[in-house]
């Protein structure tokens, strides 16, 4: 997975399985990762897709702790791991909108926890991505949120009361989201109050799902793509505190 930057600052992480508390007492199992110093981090409630918590997704989180932010993964699947389209689409009717519910707790754990700075991000791939979105709709206190080819369709109309930054990533062959929807949506971010600020990305010849372990040669140019738009977004809106041992990775 190309998703290393060479340029920037490597910290050494700690990483591991914890439990976060909602509002209603209700445990939500997650993965967090983050740089071992005892800095005040940047938060990023990273929200995966609809096949779960998969090896990509604890790698992405590693790769942005290195990169000096706090990370929490929420399991909204509790440890299912889909392997077909018919099992993911049965854990995602499920969730309802416990999804939202469980995202919403990481971001206020992220916004108030002692090892975190109060800046915080949503970023989420598919189903996640969708989620990630509905974060930037509904709460006043996000410094950015970036959907990786997530489902904007049931929040078209919506996003005009959206005070977070947004990106969206997508392939120009995705059959899930089609570009007219695409099309849509960056018509109605540029109406918004938030227009120079919102950002749509385009991805020539990718198709949905692109983010994946072991990718084809071209689905690892779409990630790097990817990756490198949604880093530089973050990075426009959230500065990670900087490390004095700053060194660069060998490729």
Known sequence: MPLYRSDHVEYNIESGHIQITNDDGKQVP????????????????????????????RRMAHLYAQMGFY?????????????????AMEEVQKLD????????????????????NAQVAAVGIGMGGSLAYEAAIKR???EAAVSFYGFPQGRLGR???AQTPIMGIYGTEDSFVRPVVVRHLEKELKATPLADQ???????????DFVVDNPTPEQ????????????????LHIKPPENPHKHRRVM
């Open 159 to 161: 996003f005009g009361t």
């Open 140 to 142: 006043r206190d996000l």
């Open 30 to 57: 997650a993965y967090w990762a983050h740089p071992a110093r005892g800095n005040k981090f940047p938060g990023i409630a990273l929200v995966h897709s609809w096949w779960g918590i998969t090896d990509i997704i």
């Open 220 to 235: 690892r140019q779409h990630t790097s793509t990817a990756w490198q738009s949604a880093l530089d977004f973050i990075e």
């Open 198 to 208: 919102h950002h749509i990305i385009r991805i020539q010849g990718a198709k949905h």
């Open 97 to 116: 909108d416990n999804g939202f519910f469980a995202i919403d707790a990481v971001l206020s754990v992220l916004e108030t926890h002692h090892m975190c």
């Open 71 to 87: 990370v929490i993964i929420p399991d909204l699947f509790r440890g299912s791991r889909p392997k077909t389209y018919t099992r």
